[in-house]
């Protein structure tokens, strides 16, 4: 697949070059499949490119998206799961995978 980012310059009005900018350009194959469906069907809000810093994760379930509740960890279902991680981001036991989860958070792409 082609690279996303395709960079720009802006100029002034004498043309002189001030600005360099970013520009997200689809693959045409992903362009192909936006054309058909809609995009709330082809892709979900999460998994478009991160452009803003995510909210830092301070427990489990205090972190990540700025308008939506979501946890540190995805779940299939069992309820273990989200037991143990909740014992254990109260037992303080876990703090080094949120900072870690803090540091992935803050690379933009």
Do not use: C
């Not at 004498?14 to 499949?33: A, T, Y």
């Not at 054309?35 to 490119?49: G, T």
């Not at 830092?56 to 799961?81: C, I, R, V």
């Amino acid at each position: 697949m082609d690279v996303a980012k395709i960079t720009q310059w802006r100029s002034d009005k004498d043309g002189l070059l001030i600005q360099k900018l970013g520009v997200i350009r689809f693959n045409p194959i992903v362009s192909e499949h936006f054309a058909k469906d809609k995009v709330s069907v082809v892709i979900h809000l999460h998994y478009l490119p991160l452009l803003i810093k995510l909210k830092p994760w301070l427990d489990y379930k205090t972190g990540g998206y700025l308008l939506s509740q979501n946890s540190a960890m995805h779940f299939q279902g069992w309820m273990e799961q989200q037991l143990y991680l909740k014992k254990a981001s109260f037992k303080g036991n876990i703090k080094l995978v949120f900072a870690g989860l803090n540091i992935l958070s803050s690379m933009l792409w």
